[in-house]
Antibody, heavy 118, light 105 residues
Framework: EVQLVESGGGLVQPGGSLRLSCAAS????????MNWVRQAPGKGLEWVSF????????HYADSVEGRFTVSRDNAKSSLYLQMNSLRDDDTAVYYC???????????WGQGTLVTVSS | DIQMTQSPSTLSASVGDRVTITCRAS??????LAWYQQKPGKAPKLLIS???SLESGVPSRFSGSGSETEFTLTIRSLQPDDFATYYC????????FGQGTTLDI
């Protein structure tokens, strides 16, 4: 069974840092591109970041470019999102999602809540 | 950046109705469009990829069409389980979601 489990969320002050993790199981992580997507309370979905199977290609939304860094360790079946210089508007549930080639994101984690507040 | 505009933002319908949601891209994205369903407190569920390809396990009352800049999601014979929020997403250049359409009774 395919599973994605995010962790690392919590309360952080503005300007702080947080590292999210996504543990993958039930499939071979190295065979898939991956996305991070977030959803602010009561708001719509916002794509955050993309990383290709071998980490050669990474993309970021303009809103997080230069502050967030996506990485992966295929040997550990794990995906990461390093978030620095956090702002109030980064408050959201963060999801990791599997992105098969040529398709939308077919499996999603349950999400982890990041709250940026003083 | 490619912008995605969904309409309507909210849609009221009844069980058994046929409804259509539209998604417009600010530039051509070919057929690189997905549709998702999301219920409160849950992760999104992928319904359709490549504009019209139904994902495994998704009921056939869901269908997608369109290409380039105009896309539609149609749900025929609405069921109680279909009342949710729907998002389009382009994945031609990076990824962008539409703002969502809430389908309520």
């Amino acid at each position: 069974e395919v599973q994605l489990v995010e962790s690392g969320g919590g309360l952080v002050q503005p300007g702080g840092s947080l590292r999210l993790s996504c543990a993958a199981s039930g499939f071979t992580l190295s065979s898939y591109d991956m996305n991070w997507v977030r959803q602010a309370p009561g708001k719509g979905l916002e794509w955050v970041s993309f990383i290709s199977m071998t980490s050669v290609t990474t993309h970021y939304a303009d809103s997080v470019e230069g502050r967030f860094t996506v990485s992966r360790d295929n040997a550990k079946s794990s995906l990461y999102l390093q978030m620095n210089s956090l702002r109030d508007d980064d408050t959201a549930v963060y999801y990791c999602a599997r992105r098969p080639s040529g398709r939308g994101s077919d499996y999603w984690g349950q999400g982890t809540l990041v709250t940026v507040s003083s | 950046d490619i912008q995605m505009t969904q309409s309507p933002s909210t849609l009221s319908a009844s069980v058994g109705d046929r409804v259509t949601i539209t998604c417009r891209a600010s530039q051509s994205i070919g057929s690189w469009l997905a549709w998702y369903q999301q219920k409160p407190g849950k992760a999104p569920k992928l319904l359709i990829s490549e504009a019209s390809s139904l994902e495994s396990g998704v009921p056939s009352r869901f269908s997608g069409s369109g290409s380039e800049t105009e896309f539609t999601l149609t749900i025929r014979s609405l069921q109680p389980d279909d009342f949710a929020t729907y998002y389009c997403q382009q994945y031609n250049s990076y990824h962008t979601f539409g703002q969502g359409t809430t389908l309520d009774i």
